[in-house]
């Protein structure tokens, strides 16, 4: 039987990635500090094939005990995928999000990341094909302002993906991520908004409603992350999942020339303009 660990597994993208890969079949470990979210999904989906246990993926110990007990009861006491998706969010003018709210962004998006690669490696190893899967971001393509660090963690993912993707080839385990653009999630209405100019946040149905219904950045569900997570699994050569495709434009811009996204970027939001004397 095959299996997954997926962290942030309690809502959102991960939730629906441990409701996919239970339905295919695999043994499904699902972490989260959302005591609740793991309880209403070991309701929904029952025991069977199903391990949960609360755990702050900033805490390496916690972390790392979490994998070690679920890899015990699989077969052969390897690990067939490594999903590292528990991510927060900061939102507002870089000088306005608290130090310390910005690193909690880090510890969680990054360097929770880092652990769970060094966590999970020994089981991966000892799994012919097995991937580490980590959850990118859109803003892993460009910087974005008003979510400066967390824009940066995601480009730190995309980066430690593609890194090991090439050292960890001599392990036989292979590693991709995926990058996300606007996915109906909690983290859309949650996120803290620590400058007073973005008003208050909008309630899920007030983001569904304005939101674009087309293009790169149109609304999508959780599952098509999931989704591309199973995808992701079953194709060994591509590295980078975008979710929609049409976010790659984005990479392929830059790629030619910064300046130009630097400059559309910038007229999308007139909050950016100098202000004038």
């Given at each position: 039987?095959?299996?997954?660990?997926?962290?942030?597994?309690?809502?959102?993208?991960?939730?629906?990635?441990?409701?996919?890969f239970?339905?295919?079949?695999?043994?499904?470990?699902?972490?989260?500090?959302?005591?609740?979210?793991?309880?209403?999904?070991?309701?929904?989906?029952?025991?069977?094939?199903?391990?949960?246990?609360?755990?702050?993926?900033?805490?390496?110990?916690?972390?790392?005990?979490?994998?070690?007990?679920?890899?015990?009861?699989?077969?052969g006491?390897?690990?067939?995928?490594?999903?590292?998706?528990?991510g927060?969010?900061?939102?507002?003018?870089?000088?306005?999000?608290?130090?310390?709210?910005?690193?909690?962004?880090?510890?969680?998006?990054?360097?929770?990341?880092?652990t769970?690669?060094?966590?999970?490696?020994?089981?991966?190893?000892?799994?012919?094909?097995?991937?580490?899967?980590?959850?990118s971001?859109s803003?892993?393509?460009?910087?974005?302002?008003?979510?400066?660090?967390?824009?940066?963690?995601?480009?730190?993912?995309?980066?430690?993906t593609?890194?090991?993707?090439?050292?960890?080839?001599?392990?036989?385990?292979?590693?991709?991520?995926?990058?996300?653009?606007?996915?109906?999630?909690?983290?859309?209405?949650?996120?803290?908004?620590?400058?007073?100019?973005?008003?208050?946040?909008?309630?899920?149905?007030?983001?569904?409603?304005?939101?674009?219904k087309?293009?790169?950045m149109?609304?999508?569900?959780?599952?098509?992350?999931a989704?591309?997570?199973?995808?992701?699994?079953?194709?060994?050569?591509?590295?980078?999942?975008?979710?929609?495709?049409?976010?790659?434009?984005?990479?392929?811009?830059?790629?030619?020339?910064?300046?130009?996204?630097?400059?559309?970027?910038?007229?999308?939001?007139?909050?950016?303009?100098?202000?004038?004397?």
């Amino acid at each position: 039987m095959k299996s997954v660990f997926i962290t942030g597994a309690g809502s959102g993208m991960g939730r629906e990635g441990a409701k996919l890969f239970h339905a295919k079949g695999w043994r499904v470990g699902a972490v989260d500090r959302n005591e609740d979210g793991l309880a209403t999904l070991r309701q929904e989906l029952g025991d069977d094939r199903l391990w949960t246990r609360a755990v702050d993926v900033t805490d390496k110990a916690a972390l790392d005990g979490a994998l070690a007990d679920f890899c015990a009861g699989n077969d052969g006491g390897g690990l067939d995928m490594m999903w590292n998706n528990a991510g927060i969010g900061e939102s507002g003018w870089f000088e306005d999000v608290p130090y310390d709210a910005s690193m909690r962004v880090v510890e969680v998006n990054f360097k929770a990341v880092l652990t769970g690669a060094y966590a999970s490696l020994p089981y991966l190893k000892k799994t012919p094909g097995s991937l580490m899967f980590s959850t990118s971001s859109s803003s892993g393509t460009y910087g974005m302002p008003r979510i400066a660090v967390y824009s940066s963690t995601k480009h730190a993912v995309k980066g430690l993906t593609e890194a090991l993707s090439v050292e960890w080839q001599r392990h036989g385990v292979r590693v991709a991520d995926v990058l996300p653009g606007l996915i109906d999630t909690a983290i859309l209405t949650t996120t803290t908004n620590h400058s007073d100019d973005g008003g208050p946040a909008m309630s899920a149905e007030e983001l569904r409603a304005r939101a674009p219904k087309k293009g790169m950045m149109r609304l999508m569900p959780a599952s098509s992350v999931a989704e591309a997570a199973w995808q992701a699994y079953h194709d060994p050569k591509r590295l980078h999942w975008y979710v929609p495709k049409s976010i790659r434009v984005i990479d392929l811009l830059k790629g030619l020339s910064p300046e130009f996204v630097r400059g559309r970027i910038a007229k999308s939001l007139p909050a950016l303009m100098p202000k004038r004397q």
